[in-house]
């Protein structure tokens, strides 16, 4: 099975942190029970395996066969009941006061097998940090544009500038540069794919989703995007030209108005002031004072 098909873990980015700097800890007890919990939800499961090591640990037939089967789906061997309750009980505890203080976490996948190598040592934490920082940020949603910040963030088991800024239980951030190596390293081992736009603009996509798919993806929107804006520009020139149009229109008859002024009723044809001397045919005599 290669890594981008085999199973995964489900659970809140937070419980990176679950066990303080311990990754290995929080991991184990942390990530995996709450997996495992959320798992035993389902209704697609089957019966749990009659000689299941669970059974020899505490775990009892017909009252834990939910967990039991969940726990054998994700290929994990439930450690003894009595401390799986008890981890249970403490994640609880942790993802309700981070959320109650900042709201709702990020669900992240991480493959199992990744998850195993850094348990038993045989891979780095900052592999899987990494990776977890890049499958918060990505989500649900099948491509998305995410910077070095936000991968940054999501390393430190922090789902938002303002957890990071304001959470004393955060994984201690890594460097820039540290990002930048580990997901030249990850996206060789084909964990996923990543297309750089114009080498400023970081696009991811699941490893199923293929390069040249997610090459395609970022075109269509780019296109898109800017077809939209040439859309906007042209009406803005439209308009601006129907106003000029209205404009040219209208001046004339204002010009017309503030040239001829308002007639003066006492203008006669001739011109002459209507309080102008008269004036007598020639011969006829004017009176003397």
Request: with cysteine; proline share 4%; net charge positive.
């Amino acid at each position: 099975m290669s890594e981008a098909a085999a199973k995964t873990f489900l659970a809140p980015l937070c419980l990176l942190a679950f066990r303080g700097q311990d990754l290995r800890a929080s991991l184990v007890d942390g990530f995996l029970t709450w997996a495992i919990e959320r798992a035993a939800e389902s209704d697609d499961l089957g019966e749990p395996r009659a000689g299941n090591e669970a059974w020899s640990r505490g775990w009892m037939k017909g009252t834990d066969d939910n967990l039991v089967a969940a726990a054998e789906t994700l290929g994990v061997c439930p450690v003894d009941r009595g401390l799986f309750m008890r981890y249970s009980g403490e994640v609880k505890r942790f993802v309700r006061d981070f959320e109650y203080r900042f709201g709702g976490d990020r669900q992240v996948r991480l493959l199992a097998p990744m998850v195993w190598e850094v348990v038993h040592g045989k891979t780095s934490e900052r592999d899987l940090r990494v990776l977890a920082g890049v499958f918060a940020a990505l989500g649900v949603q099948s491509y998305r544009s995410i910077t070095i910040d936000e991968i940054i963030r999501g390393a430190s088991a922090c789902k938002s500038s303002a957890v990071f800024n304001a959470w004393e239980g955060k994984l201690p951030p890594l460097t820039r540069d540290q990002v930048r190596y580990t997901l030249d390293g990850l996206e060789g081992r084909n964990l996923f794919v990543r297309f750089c736009y114009r080498q400023r603009q970081s696009f991811f996509a699941s490893a199923t989703t293929g390069h040249e798919t997610l090459v395609e993806m970022v075109t269509r929107s780019k296109v898109k995007a800017a077809t939209a804006g040439a859309r906007r520009r042209a009406d803005a020139l439209a308009s601006a030209e129907i106003d000029r149009r209205i404009l040219a229109l209208s001046s004339p008859i204002q010009a017309g108005i503030h040239k001829s002024g308002p007639h003066n009723s006492g203008d006669s044809s001739s011109g002459e002031s209507p309080h102008a001397s008269p004036t007598f045919p020639q011969g006829v005599p004017t009176s003397s004072p």
